[in-house]
Protein backbone atom coordinates (compact mmCIF):
# COMPACT_ATOMS: atom_id res chain seq x y z
CA UNK A 1 0.00 0.00 0.00
CA UNK A 2 2.79 2.40 -0.24
CA UNK A 3 4.68 4.56 2.50
CA UNK A 4 1.30 6.17 3.62
CA UNK A 5 -0.11 2.95 5.25
CA UNK A 6 2.99 0.35 5.61
CA UNK A 7 2.00 -3.17 5.53
CA UNK A 8 1.03 -5.17 7.45
CA UNK A 9 -2.59 -3.71 7.57
CA UNK A 10 -4.56 -4.79 9.96
CA UNK A 11 -8.48 -5.12 9.56
CA UNK A 12 -10.62 -4.32 12.35
CA UNK A 13 -14.25 -5.86 12.19
CA UNK A 14 -16.58 -2.90 11.29
CA UNK A 15 -13.89 -2.92 8.11
CA UNK A 16 -14.37 -6.46 7.69
CA UNK A 17 -18.02 -7.06 7.30
CA UNK A 18 -18.07 -3.60 5.19
CA UNK A 19 -16.60 -5.18 2.55
CA UNK A 20 -18.17 -8.87 3.28
CA UNK A 21 -21.46 -6.90 2.69
CA UNK A 22 -20.72 -6.24 -0.79
CA UNK A 23 -19.15 -9.38 -1.68
CA UNK A 24 -15.68 -7.60 -1.74
CA UNK A 25 -13.23 -9.53 0.58
CA UNK A 26 -11.23 -10.30 -2.86
CA UNK A 27 -10.82 -6.48 -3.20
CA UNK A 28 -9.48 -6.12 0.09
CA UNK A 29 -6.69 -9.06 -0.95
CA UNK A 30 -6.34 -7.65 -3.85
CA UNK A 31 -5.54 -3.88 -2.79
CA UNK A 32 -4.02 -5.09 0.66
CA UNK A 33 -2.08 -8.20 -0.70
CA UNK A 34 -1.88 -9.82 2.87
CA UNK A 35 -4.15 -8.03 5.20
CA UNK A 36 -4.40 -9.68 8.89
CA UNK A 37 -7.11 -9.71 11.62
CA UNK A 38 -6.49 -10.21 15.00
CA UNK A 39 -8.05 -13.40 17.05
CA UNK A 40 -10.33 -10.93 18.68
CA UNK A 41 -11.58 -9.32 15.14
CA UNK A 42 -11.63 -13.45 13.93
CA UNK A 43 -14.17 -14.29 16.51
CA UNK A 44 -15.86 -11.34 16.35
CA UNK A 45 -16.76 -11.88 12.74
CA UNK A 46 -17.27 -15.80 13.33
CA UNK A 47 -20.12 -14.33 15.84
CA UNK A 48 -21.83 -12.33 13.78
CA UNK A 49 -21.85 -14.92 10.92
CA UNK A 50 -23.09 -17.64 13.94
CA UNK A 51 -26.23 -15.05 15.09
CA UNK A 52 -27.44 -14.87 11.35
CA UNK A 53 -25.77 -12.53 9.36
CA UNK A 54 -24.53 -14.67 6.51
CA UNK A 55 -22.98 -12.13 4.73
CA UNK A 56 -20.12 -12.57 6.79
CA UNK A 57 -19.69 -16.06 5.53
CA UNK A 58 -16.72 -15.24 2.91
CA UNK A 59 -15.24 -13.24 5.76
CA UNK A 60 -15.29 -16.35 7.54
CA UNK A 61 -14.13 -18.58 4.51
CA UNK A 62 -10.73 -15.84 3.73
CA UNK A 63 -9.56 -16.50 7.44
CA UNK A 64 -9.39 -20.37 6.70
CA UNK A 65 -8.25 -20.15 2.77
CA UNK A 66 -5.66 -17.76 3.81
CA UNK A 67 -6.59 -14.69 1.93
CA UNK A 68 -6.83 -12.56 5.30
CA UNK A 69 -4.52 -13.92 7.76
CA UNK A 70 -4.44 -14.12 11.37
CA UNK A 71 -2.01 -12.71 13.01
CA UNK A 72 -0.66 -14.16 16.25
CA UNK A 73 -1.92 -12.42 19.00
CA UNK A 74 0.04 -9.32 20.50
CA UNK A 75 3.03 -9.67 22.38
CA UNK A 76 1.48 -8.96 26.04
CA UNK A 77 -1.47 -7.09 26.93
CA UNK A 78 -2.72 -4.06 25.71
CA UNK A 79 -1.93 -1.37 27.99
CA UNK A 80 -5.25 -0.13 30.50
CA UNK A 81 -5.88 3.34 28.80
CA UNK A 82 -6.32 1.49 25.30
CA UNK A 83 -8.42 -1.24 26.71
CA UNK A 84 -10.47 1.49 28.38
CA UNK A 85 -10.87 3.23 25.31
CA UNK A 86 -11.88 0.81 22.89
CA UNK A 87 -13.56 -2.70 22.51
CA UNK A 88 -11.44 -5.63 22.76
CA UNK A 89 -10.90 -6.07 18.63
CA UNK A 90 -9.93 -2.66 18.15
CA UNK A 91 -7.84 -2.62 20.85
CA UNK A 92 -5.94 -6.04 20.09
CA UNK A 93 -5.98 -4.38 16.10
CA UNK A 94 -4.35 -1.35 17.24
CA UNK A 95 -1.74 -3.24 19.45
CA UNK A 96 -0.95 -5.68 16.34
CA UNK A 97 -0.35 -2.93 13.99
CA UNK A 98 2.13 -1.06 16.56
CA UNK A 99 3.92 -4.24 16.73
CA UNK A 100 4.60 -4.68 13.57
CA UNK A 101 4.94 -1.39 12.23
CA UNK A 102 1.77 -1.56 10.05
CA UNK A 103 -1.61 0.16 9.71
CA UNK A 104 -4.69 -0.64 11.29
CA UNK A 105 -8.20 0.19 9.38
CA UNK A 106 -10.78 1.09 11.07
CA UNK A 107 -14.00 3.05 11.26
CA UNK A 108 -14.37 3.61 14.47
CA UNK A 109 -13.43 7.25 15.62
CA UNK A 110 -11.54 5.96 19.08
CA UNK A 111 -9.59 3.65 17.97
CA UNK A 112 -8.62 6.33 14.96
CA UNK A 113 -8.17 8.66 17.09
CA UNK A 114 -5.49 7.13 19.45
CA UNK A 115 -3.65 5.76 16.35
CA UNK A 116 -3.17 9.16 15.15
CA UNK A 117 -2.00 9.80 18.94
CA UNK A 118 0.80 6.78 18.62
CA UNK A 119 1.71 7.48 15.24
CA UNK A 120 0.36 4.00 13.34
CA UNK A 121 -0.83 4.88 10.33
CA UNK A 122 -4.84 4.24 10.09
CA UNK A 123 -7.10 4.20 7.01
CA UNK A 124 -10.34 3.22 6.60
CA UNK A 125 -13.18 1.48 4.41
CA UNK A 126 -13.88 4.79 2.35
CA UNK A 127 -10.18 5.18 2.31
CA UNK A 128 -9.96 1.63 1.10
CA UNK A 129 -12.11 2.15 -1.77
CA UNK A 130 -9.91 5.82 -2.96
CA UNK A 131 -6.66 3.10 -3.41
CA UNK A 132 -9.04 0.57 -4.91
CA UNK A 133 -9.95 3.27 -7.65
CA UNK A 134 -6.93 4.97 -7.94
CA UNK A 135 -5.15 1.44 -8.64
CA UNK A 136 -7.88 0.64 -11.06
CA UNK A 137 -9.14 -2.19 -9.38
CA UNK A 138 -12.61 -0.46 -9.22
CA UNK A 139 -14.68 2.14 -10.60
CA UNK A 140 -16.39 5.17 -8.86
CA UNK A 141 -19.10 3.62 -9.74
CA UNK A 142 -18.58 0.36 -8.16
CA UNK A 143 -16.72 2.06 -5.04
CA UNK A 144 -20.46 4.67 -4.68
CA UNK A 145 -22.90 1.13 -4.92
CA UNK A 146 -20.43 -0.05 -2.31
CA UNK A 147 -20.86 2.59 0.16
CA UNK A 148 -24.23 3.16 -0.81
CA UNK A 149 -24.92 -0.50 0.44
CA UNK A 150 -23.21 0.27 3.85
CA UNK A 151 -25.25 3.18 4.15
CA UNK A 152 -28.64 1.89 3.17
CA UNK A 153 -28.20 -1.87 4.21
CA UNK A 154 -25.69 -1.97 7.15
CA UNK A 155 -26.43 1.75 8.74
CA UNK A 156 -22.77 2.67 8.35
CA UNK A 157 -22.18 6.78 8.31
CA UNK A 158 -20.14 8.44 6.10
CA UNK A 159 -19.19 11.37 5.87
CA UNK A 160 -18.98 11.59 2.19
CA UNK A 161 -22.41 10.90 -0.29
CA UNK A 162 -19.90 9.39 -3.24
CA UNK A 163 -16.16 8.37 -3.37
CA UNK A 164 -16.08 11.47 -5.83
CA UNK A 165 -16.45 13.40 -2.98
CA UNK A 166 -12.80 12.32 -1.80
CA UNK A 167 -11.09 11.70 -5.01
CA UNK A 168 -11.73 15.27 -6.55
CA UNK A 169 -11.12 16.93 -3.44
CA UNK A 170 -14.85 18.14 -2.71
CA UNK A 171 -15.43 16.58 0.39
Known sequence: MGDRYPPPVL?????????????????????LGSPLVTPA??????????????????????FDDEGIGVADPPDGSVERGV???LDAGEAETLRAAAERGGTIATDDLAARRLAEELS???????GLLVVGVDRGEITRETADAWLETWREERGYYAPVERIGDVLDGDG
Open 11 to 31: LDATVVSNFASTDAIGFLVAV
Open 41 to 62: VREEIERGQNLGHEYLASAVEA
Open 83 to 85: RNR
Open 120 to 126: IPVVGSI
